[in-house]
T-cell receptor, first 112, second 112 residues
Framework: DTEVTQTPKHLVMGMTNKKSLKCEQHMGHRAMYWYKQKAKKPPELMFVYSYEKLSINESVPSRFSPECPNSSLLNLHLHALQPEDSALYLC???????????FGPGTRLTVL | QKEVEQDPGPLSVPEGAIVSLNCTYSNSAFQYFMWYRQYSRKGPELLMYTYSSGNKEDGRFTAQVDKSSKYISLFIRDSQPSDSATYLCAMSAVGRDDKIIFGKGTRLHILP
């Protein structure tokens, strides 16, 4: 299995909702990432997990809460989001900390 | 000066032409260089991954890295309409906290 999967593909939520994004890879990669991407912009790093431990938090607001239950799974818990948080949320994995990253198809999030 | 510079385009070329996409960078510590292709509303797809200077070829794609000039290129031969996408360069270095730095992306249109 050589892909990163993400669910759901689309998500619409109100500002008071709680939802979660899920990411899964079965390539044995030990680094996993969350990115946020706005239209016509490059991906913007949010969080990095290395060996299931959070190694980087790019000063992301606390309404975004990452979780890495095991080496194959990555979650992003969402609560009290703002309309400006609407974006494509991408998960990626990498076999090592500074090598190539493989991206999932993304979750398109709309916050009303 | 930004760490990675990439012309956003759009770049329009006729079908069958050779396409040249480029990035420049300022940090000589970068050692790992990547090119991603991203179709609209999809996740980035890794096309090429190279380490240090030199050329790498994969089918119609050739990646070149010139570390002395801090310049990387992606060439696409026999371009097809299906190559129309945004191409992102990215690079990373040991000791840079697990991050890859993206260029802004170049929008490419292959005209039938």
């Amino acid at each position: 299995d050589t892909e990163v999967t993400q669910t759901p593909k689309h998500l619409v939520m109100g500002m008071t909702n709680k939802k979660s994004l899920k990411c899964e890879q079965h390539m044995g990669h030990r680094a996993m990432y969350w990115y946020k991407q706005k239209a016509k912009k490059p991906p913007e790093l949010m969080f990095v997990y290395s060996y299931e431990k959070l190694s980087i938090n790019e000063s992301v607001p606390s309404r975004f809460s990452p979780e890495c239950p095991n080496s194959s799974l990555l979650n992003l818990h969402l609560h009290a989001l703002q309309p400006e948080d609407s974006a494509l949320y991408l998960c990626a994995s990498s076999p090592n900390r500074f090598g190539e990253q493989f991206f999932g198809p993304g979750t398109r999030l709309t916050v009303l | 000066q930004k760490e990675v510079e990439q012309d956003p385009g759009p770049l329009s070329v006729p079908e069958g032409a050779i396409v040249s996409l480029n990035c420049t960078y300022s940090n000589s510590a970068f050692q790992y260089f990547m090119w991603y292709r991203q179709y609209s509303r999809k996740g980035p797809e890794l096309l090429m991954y190279t380490y240090s200077s030199g050329n790498k070829e994969d089918g119609r794609f050739t990646a070149q890295v010139d570390k002395s000039s801090k310049y990387i290129s992606l060439f696409i031969r026999d371009s097809q309409p299906s190559d129309s996408a945004t191409y992102l360069c990215a690079m990373s270095a040991v000791g840079r906290d697990d991050k890859i730095i993206f260029g802004k992306g170049t929008r490419l249109h292959i005209l039938p």
